[in-house]
């Protein structure tokens, strides 16, 4: 029993250890030994990394009572959220230690949430995903208020405290009611009771509409997005970048284990409400981002869209939908980061960047970053020959295979919307005068921007090759049932 405990969750409690460790040692290090801190942390990530990959991909093990589980899914998964939250943790450190941020404390708060994210991911009992939900979520509250001199990172963060309570209610309401129904707080388990016995569908409906609600917020999606914009203007960029983009794997992994995995039976019913939700977040997202003057909140509402468009293809109940859904998730992660990786690099170089217009006269101050940020947008854009465009063409091309014509046709409307804002912020940077001169700190410059530049190369590569990521967001789609 142990030594099945140590194989399945050694990454989990690897990362326990990891948190409390850096934690007590931030005490004694200050400020003066951050990047010992920053390496320890890094390190967690490579050797949970590593004995992650070692699991199997084609079975399922099960540990803890059959309450966590490794599968195809969970290993997918939690790769990308190691190798996401190590760029996330390179990309901030300059920020953070000028900010005076880079402690034992952003340390732990951001280990303490992988771990929620890896319960999510691996939840095989509703008590475990909760726990991993009620993890992610306290944590990231803390790391929105880290910053505690800044006004706005505190109201940003009792805004997303009172929300997400609301929104755990809710989830948490529609988890007991499912145990009431089936007697049974494991997933496959609920699946079998509904299956077999005669369950009364207004209470089952009303359990699903808890739960589906619960999986739109964290989610970020529409109509439940109202937290989004105001936690990503609110928190400080390194956050906000944190909290768009990881999190979402474990979004992606509730959704998957709650309605595929256990309320397939009733497939008709939230397949109806993801195919809303994906349209409204869709087009309430782009259009809403035409009207932003604020950097961050148009990436917000940027989010949203792309929700939508994930929702879109995980709306389909098909193994080519969520293969579809699995590949999005990966790309969109990675043009997220390389977002707000630009965004820190020119707050460094230019003071912190808020407003659009603040990018005005970059293509003549600095025409490196220029081009990159022309990549980034382009790929956020969905034109090729950046990952960006294939992405959205795998989740349209799943949504016409499964027969579903008016909800690509809104699909590409809606990305036709996005790429005029994007466009918006090219013409800015490359064509408007600089609004105020600015300086630029070498070290600071070659350090991330050699980050940015292999960030945004990977964007065109994996748009010209995407077949081995497809691949194996396909292979990991099939494994899952």
Same mark, same amino acid.
């Given at each position: 029993?142990?030594?099945?405990?140590?194989?399945?969750?050694?990454?989990?409690?690897?990362?326990?250890?990891?948190?409390?460790?850096?934690?007590?040692?931030g005490v004694f290090f200050k400020n003066k030994n951050a990047?010992?801190?920053?390496?320890?942390?890094?390190?967690?990530?490579?050797?949970?990394?590593?004995?992650?990959?070692?699991?199997?991909? %084609?079975?399922?093990?099960?540990?803890?009572?059959? &309450?966590?589980?490794?599968?195809?899914?969970?290993?997918?998964?939690?790769?990308?959220?190691?190798?996401?939250?190590?760029?996330?943790?390179?990309?901030?450190?300059?920020?953070?230690?000028?900010?005076?941020?880079?402690?034992?404390?952003?340390?732990?708060?951001?280990?303490?949430?992988?771990?929620?994210?890896?319960?999510?991911?691996?939840?095989?009992?509703? !008590?475990?995903?909760?726990?991993?939900?009620?993890?992610?979520? !306290?944590?990231?509250?803390?790391?929105?208020?880290?910053?505690?001199?800044?006004? %706005? *990172?505190?109201?940003?963060?009792?805004?997303?405290?009172?929300?997400?309570?609301?929104?755990?209610?809710?989830?948490?309401?529609?988890?007991?009611?499912?145990?009431?129904?089936?007697?049974?707080?494991?997933?496959?388990?609920?699946? %079998?009771?509904?299956?077999?016995? %005669?369950?009364?569908?207004?209470?089952?409906?009303?359990?699903?509409?808890?739960?589906?609600?619960?999986? *739109?917020?964290?989610?970020?999606?529409?109509?439940?997005?109202? #937290?989004?914009?105001?936690?990503?203007?609110?928190?400080?960029?390194?956050?906000?970048?944190?909290?768009?983009?990881?999190?979402?794997?474990?979004?992606?992994?509730?959704?998957?284990?709650?309605?595929?995995?256990?309320?397939?039976?009733?497939? &008709?019913?939230?397949?109806? &409400?993801? !195919?809303?939700?994906?349209?409204?977040?869709?087009?309430?997202?782009?259009?809403?981002?035409?009207?932003?003057?604020?950097?961050?909140?148009?990436?917000?509402?940027?989010?949203?869209?792309?929700?939508?468009?994930?929702?879109?293809?995980?709306?389909?109940?098909?193994?080519?939908?969520?293969?579809?859904?699995?590949?999005?998730?990966?790309?969109?992660?990675?043009?997220?980061?390389?977002?707000?990786?630009?965004?820190?690099?020119?707050?460094?170089?230019?003071?912190?960047?808020?407003?659009?217009?603040?990018?005005?006269?970059?293509?003549?101050?600095?025409? #490196?970053? *220029?081009?990159?940020?022309?990549?980034?947008?382009?790929?956020?854009?969905?034109?090729?020959?950046?990952?960006?465009?294939?992405?959205?063409?795998?989740?349209?091309?799943?949504?016409?295979?499964?027969? #579903?014509? #008016?909800? *690509?046709?809104?699909?590409?409307?809606?990305?036709?919307?996005?790429?005029?804002?994007?466009?918006?912020?090219?013409?800015?940077?490359?064509?408007?005068?600089?609004?105020?001169?600015?300086?630029?700190?070498?070290?600071?410059?070659?350090?991330?921007?050699?980050?940015l530049t292999m960030n945004a190369i990977a964007l065109i590569?994996?748009?010209?090759?995407?077949?081995?990521? &497809?691949?194996?967001?396909?292979?990991?789609?099939?494994?899952?049932?």
């Open positions: 029993m142990l030594t099945n405990i140590l194989t399945v969750a050694l990454p989990e409690i690897i990362i326990l250890i990891s948190a409390m460790s850096v934690l007590l040692l990047t010992s801190l920053f390496g320890i942390t890094q390190l967690t990530l490579l050797i949970a990394a590593y004995f992650t990959s070692q699991l199997p991909i %084609e079975s399922k093990l099960l540990a803890f009572n059959n &309450m966590f589980v490794a599968d195809s899914l969970s290993l997918y998964l939690k790769l990308l959220s190691y190798f996401g939250l190590s760029l996330v943790l390179i990309y901030s450190r300059d920020y953070l230690l000028k900010k005076n941020l880079l402690n034992g404390e952003f340390f732990s708060l951001v280990l303490f949430a992988l771990l929620g994210i890896n319960l999510i991911i691996s939840s095989y009992h509703l !008590l475990t995903l909760y726990m991993g939900i009620e993890l992610l979520s !306290l944590s990231l509250y803390t790391l929105v208020a880290i910053d505690r001199k800044r006004q %706005e *990172a505190t109201e940003a963060a009792m805004k997303y405290f009172i929300l997400g309570a609301v929104a755990s209610g809710f989830l948490l309401y529609g988890f007991s009611m499912l145990y009431g129904i089936t007697g049974s707080l494991y997933l496959h388990e609920i699946s %079998e009771q509904i299956g077999v016995t %005669e369950v009364n569908p207004m209470i089952l409906s009303f359990a699903l509409v808890f739960v589906t609600v619960g999986i *739109a917020f964290k989610f970020g999606a529409a109509p439940f997005q109202l #937290w989004v914009p105001d936690v990503y203007q609110g928190s400080s960029t390194p956050i906000t970048m944190f909290i768009g983009s990881i999190p979402k794997f474990a979004s992606v992994a509730m959704l998957i284990r709650l309605l595929y995995q256990t309320l397939d039976h009733l497939v &008709m019913d939230w397949q109806l &409400m993801l !195919l809303v939700m994906a349209i409204t977040s869709m087009l309430l997202g782009n259009i809403t981002a035409i009207a932003q003057t604020k950097i961050k909140r148009l990436l917000a509402y940027s989010t949203i869209s792309h929700v939508g468009f994930m929702l879109l293809g995980l709306a389909t109940g098909a193994i080519t939908g969520i293969s579809a859904a699995l590949f999005y998730i990966a790309t969109y992660v990675l043009m997220t980061l390389a977002s707000f990786g630009l965004i820190i690099c020119l707050s460094n170089q230019r003071g912190d960047i808020d407003k659009i217009s603040d990018l005005s006269g970059l293509a003549k101050d600095e025409p #490196w970053l *220029a081009f990159l940020l022309l990549i980034i947008f382009l790929s956020l854009a969905g034109i090729p020959p950046t990952i960006g465009f294939y992405a959205k063409f795998s989740i349209i091309q799943a949504t016409l295979q499964f027969g #579903w014509i #008016w909800p *690509a046709v809104i699909a590409v409307m809606s990305a036709l919307v996005g790429i005029y804002y994007y466009l918006r912020m090219i013409k800015i940077a490359y064509f408007d005068d600089a609004i105020k001169a600015t300086k630029a700190s070498k070290s600071i410059h070659g350090e991330l921007t050699l980050t590569v994996l748009g010209l090759f995407p077949s081995p990521l &497809m691949d194996i967001a396909t292979l990991t789609s099939a494994l899952i049932f």
